[in-house]
Each structure stands twice: as structure tokens, then as C-alpha cells.
């Protein structure tokens, strides 16, 4: 016998599963490639549809409110949030510029003021004798300073790199945001009626999820502006508007938004007074721990509809593996990933009691299976003998209707045969 023969041999692999293997697997390398060679574009996506995400509600209001067609109600919010985000860029930026321009003016007597050793920053050069070390090491700045010149033109190039992706992905938010809605309809109504509804489910609460991250990351960054600027009033140190409205926009990084705006103001501090120095401090390092596991975890589990856990996990995952990024995107994406489980499970739950009915079902036909079968053989017994009398005709259907019989009863041919 040949070994094709033999019992229990397994059949040849059919050639067009083959070929769909072998095409998966190349489709899959060649998805790899194209993530990987478009990696930057795909993460100005991914920012763009996130803040069109966060954008969508006010644009909803004003077109459910204001009757405005989506176009004109994406513009209005983007002069809005725009009007807004200059006006805070106004004030912290104008104290900087004025007080910069001042540092200016007064150069040249806070220089001769500190060689004649007058003020306190003359008493500093005085006491460690900085001129001195100044003049030792002016070779070696005037030398680096000499060879930063490509430095700066990389600055320079990373700058320039900085803004057009900032354009993009302002360019590509505007775009989502009129457009998201006509396409996310023509991709659900290519599905089922049932799965089209629970696809528009599912994003609507996703949407939420995201709206609600954001949110709570405002919430977030007005109370640490709220705790900066107290801080720096209770030590009297100047321009805590300014440090105040800096912390918040740093703040709205999870985790480390808190350090970055926590560095230029303890450095404010330390110019006006030790005392005062010190203690944002101490300000700082309790607030932050305060706000990454009990402020943030709290607000986040409400908005988000996040366990502490979850947001805590999905923050240190996200950090870890992309870094800023991660740390931007980590909270929505748990929130994604939420929802979609939430919605299975809910689908699992309503299958439940369908199933649990038809095994009921099947167990209690299983048991009666016999009863009926005895009932539909006495009936076929009885069919046979009132058509002895009257001829094969009738002795035809008394067989036919004891067959049927026999067939509702599960085992009535067993009991038909064993009657006969």
C-alpha cells in the first residue's frame, strides 16, 4: 500500500491555501515597509485626527445649535481656539520680551557696576573673582563659539522642520474635521445594518473617551497654574502671572509636564530669594506626586471612564515605548481600546441567555426523546391494523402517517421496529 493509502494519512495541502499563505505573509512585509518608510507622516496623522477628535464637539454645537454648515463651523472654532492659544502665547511671552529688553538696556552698567564690585551681582564677581576666570576662558568660548556655526544651521534646519509639521498637521485637522464624518459614514455603511450600528456606537463613545482626555487634562493644567501662581505670591516673587500660565501649558504632557514647568519657575524663584527657591521646591515635588497618582488618575478615571489602574498603566506603557508621543496619546488610546472591549462584552452578554435557552432546549428534548417515540409507535400499531381491512391503499398511509410519526418521536423507527 502505498503511503497516500495508508489510514490515517493526512491529505496534501490544497496549492491555493498555499499561495494565500505566501500572500498574506509578503502583504504583510510590504505593510511593514510602507509603515516604516512613512512612519512621519503617519504620526502627523495620528496628532491631526486626535485633535479633530478633541475639536468635533464645539463644531457639532455650532452646527446643531447655529444651523451652520460644517465648513464655516470648523473655521469659526479654528479662529477661535487660534484667538485663544495667541492670546496666552501674549502673556507669557510680553513680560519675556520686556524684561529681556530691559537686561539690554542695563547691560553695560550692571557690567561696569560688577567689575567696580557694586550690587549683588558685583559682590558675587568680587568674592569669587570671576573676571579673572572670565579672561582664562574667553579662548575657549570665542573658539567654540567660532565652530557652533554648523550647530546653528542644524538648530536652524530642526526649527524649520518643527514648523512645517506644525503646519501639516493644523492643515490636516481642518481636513478631518470636515471631511472625518463623510468618510467614517461611507466606510460603516459598506457593513451589515447590525454591525453598522455598533461600529457608530463604538466611535461615538471613543469620541467621548478622547473629548473627555482632553478635558480633564485642562482641568488638570489650571490647577497646577492655580498652585504655581499661590506658590510664588506666598513667597512675593515676581511675574508669577507669566510662570503661572507657562506651568499650564507644560502641564498638559502627562507625567513630565509637571517637571518642565516646575525648572524655569524654581529658577525664578532662586533669583528673587534662597528662601523662596527652596520652597517651590518643596512646592513642587508634592504637588507632582499629588497630581501624577491622585489628581490625574482621579480626574482621568472620571472623564476617560478609565480605572486608576488604567490610566496609570496605559501612561508608564505609552511613555516607555514612544516617549512624548506615547505620553500624549496613551490615556486615549487605553480609552480606544476600552471602549471597543466594553462593546464585546456587552455583545457577549446579550448572546448569553440565547445560548443558555437552546442548551436548555436540547438537554430536554434529549430527555423526552423516548416518551415521543413511544407514543408515535402505538399510533403507527394502531394505523396498521385499521388498514388491514381496507386494502393496500389504506395500509399505504397508515405506514406513511407511522413514519412521520416515528420521525417526531426522535426514536419511533427503534420502537416501530421492535413492535413490528
Do not use: C
Not at 509603515?35 to 468635533?56: D, I, K, P
Not at 454645537?61 to 477661535?80: G, Q
Not at 564690585?117 to 559682590?123: E, I, R, S, T
Amino acid at each position: 500500500m502505498t503511503p497516500a493509502g495508508r489510514t490515517g494519512a493526512r491529505p496534501p495541502v490544497p496549492w491555493r491555501t498555499i499561495l494565500a499563505t505566501i500572500a498574506l505573509a509578503a502583504g504583510a512585509y510590504l505593510l511593514g515597509l510602507f509603515v516604516v518608510a512613512t512612519q512621519r507622516e503617519l504620526t502627523w496623522l495620528v496628532v491631526a485626527g486626535f485633535f479633530a477628535v478633541v475639536l468635533s464637539p464645539p463644531v457639532d454645537f455650532l452646527m446643531r445649535r447655529a444651523r451652520l454648515r460644517r465648513t464655516l463651523a470648523a473655521l469659526i472654532v479654528f479662529i477661535v481656539g487660534f484667538a485663544t492659544l495667541g492670546g496666552l502665547l501674549y502673556l507669557l511671552i510680553r513680560p519675556i520680551v520686556d524684561e529681556v529688553n530691559k537686561l539690554v538696556n542695563d547691560f553695560p552698567r550692571l557690567v561696569q557696576d560688577a567689575q567696580q564690585g557694586k550690587g549683588p551681582v558685583g559682590h558675587l564677581v568680587k568674592r569669587y573673582d570671576l573676571v579673572h576666570r572670565a579672561q582664562q576662558y574667553a579662548p575657549k568660548v570665542r573658539q567654540y563659539l567660532t565652530s557652533s556655526g554648523s550647530k546653528a544651521l542644524s538648530l536652524l534646519r530642526k526649527i524649520g522642520d518643527g514648523v512645517v509639521s506644525a503646519l501639516t498637521i493644523l492643515v490636516l485637522t481642518f481636513l478631518l474635521l470636515v471631511e472625518g464624518p463623510k468618510v467614517l459614514d461611507g466606510v460603516t455603511s459598506l457593513a451589515s445594518p447590525s454591525l453598522e450600528e455598533r461600529l457608530r456606537r463604538m466611535g461615538h463613545n471613543a469620541s467621548r473617551a478622547i473629548s473627555g482626555y482632553m478635558l480633564g487634562n485642562i482641568i488638570i493644567s489650571v490647577i497646577a497654574s492655580g498652585v504655581t501662581y499661590l506658590g510664588l505670591w506666598a513667597f512675593g516673587v515676581p511675574f508669577r502671572g507669566v510662570a503661572a500660565v507657562w506651568v499650564g501649558f507644560a502641564d498638559l504632557i502627562p507625567l513630565v509636564g509637571a517637571t518642565l514647568g516646575a525648572v524655569p519657575t524654581v529658577g525664578l524663584s532662586f533669583l528673587h530669594s534662597v528662601t523662596a527657591g527652596v520652597g517651590m521646591i518643596i512646592v513642587y515635588v508634592v504637588y507632582q506626586q499629588f497630581e501624577n497618582h491622585v489628581i490625574q488618575v482621579a480626574i482621568m478615571s472620571r472623564t476617560v471612564k478609565l480605572s486608576p489602574l488604567g490610566v496609570l498603566v496605559s501612561l508608564l506603557i505609552g511613555v516607555q515605548l514612544f516617549g512624548l508621543l506615547g505620553a500624549l496619546l496613551a490615556i486615549p488610546a487605553a480609552g480606544i481600546i476600552h471602549v471597543v472591549g466594553a462593546e464585546l462584552h456587552r455583545e457577549y452578554q446579550a448572546r448569553r441567555p440565547q445560548r443558555a435557552h437552546a442548551v436548555r432546549a436540547a438537554a430536554n428534548g434529549g430527555n423526552g426523546s423516548g416518551a415521543v417515540g413511544a407514543v408515535g409507535a402505538v399510533g403507527a400499531v394502531g394505523a396498521v391494523g385499521a388498514g388491514g381491512a381496507g386494502g393496500a391503499g389504506g395500509a399505504g398511509v397508515a405506514e406513511a402517517e407511522a413514519v412521520e410519526a416515528a420521525a417526531v418521536g426522535g426514536q419511533g423507527p427503534d420502537a416501530l421496529t421492535d413492535s413490528g
